[in-house]
């Protein structure tokens, strides 16, 4: 079975600090992407990524940026955390081919910015 | 861009079956139609695919009309459990990209 896994379920930073989200996923898939979901907006895609060192803007990648070293892990940075970065982040990886695979989920990280 | 319309939320009673609808007015001709569901404080969970006519696995069916510009998500008799937000998607053609709409959050009630 797919596991994805998110380093942290919450998380609180303040105003101003560099943020690191870290996914990972055990199952050698190609695809990773990052999400962020608010109430009343649904999943929005902010970046992805089909290879190592390969990144792809989403719909809302201003204020993020990301990290693709290694195959099985996919970070997500907030460079200048600010109040409207406060989300719920997800996670999600999928074999490689078409947009068709369906995506595998982590629980997702509750960021909270002070 | 293939984007989706669903109702925002329905309700149902233990033991009914449960027909969520979503339009997809300007699907692409290679996109696949994909179900998901969330539960609160989880990710959410692929259910289904489909391509056209109807697609059937142990969890949910999947209806799609030949002009495929909408689908229809069945869950028979559902339950309590079955309490969740169900998320349609289809891919945009375009860098593989998946566009989540807002979902219908779905009450089942005793």
């Known amino acids: 079975d797919v596991k994805v896994t998110q380093s942290s379920r919450y998380l609180v930073k303040r105003t101003g600090e560099k943020v690191f989200l870290e996914c990972v996923q055990d199952?050698?898939?190609?695809?990773m992407f990052w999400y962020r979901q608010d109430p009343g907006l649904g999943l929005r895609l902010i970046y992805f990524?089909?290879?190592?060192?390969?990144?792809e803007k989403g719909d809302i990648p201003e204020g993020y940026s990301v990290s693709r070293e290694k195959k099985e892990r996919f970070s997500l940075i907030l460079e200048s955390a600010s109040t409207n970065q406060t989300s719920m982040y997800l996670c999600a990886s999928s074999l490689p081919g078409s947009e068709n695979q369906p995506q595998h989920f982590g629980d997702g990280t509750r960021l909270s910015i002070l | 861009l293939a984007k989706t319309t669903q109702p925002i939320s329905m309700d149902s009673y233990e033991g009914q079956e449960v027909n969520i609808t979503c339009s997809h007015n300007n699907i692409a001709t290679n996109d696949y139609i994909t179900w998901y569901q969330q539960f609160p404080s989880q990710g959410p969970r692929f259910i289904i695919q489909?391509?056209?006519t109807k697609v059937t696995n142990e969890v949910a069916s999947l209806f799609i009309p030949a002009d495929r510009k909408s689908s229809t998500l069945s869950l028979p008799r559902v339950s309590l459990s079955d309490t969740a937000v169900y998320y349609c998607?289809?891919?945009?053609?375009?860098?593989?990209?998946?566009?989540f709409g807002q979902g219908t959050e779905l009450s089942v009630k005793p």
């Open positions: 489909g391509y056209k």
């Open positions: 990524s089909y290879d190592v060192k390969m990144k």
């Open positions: 998607l289809v891919g945009d053609g375009e860098g593989g990209k998946l566009i």
């Open positions: 199952m050698d898939h190609e695809n």
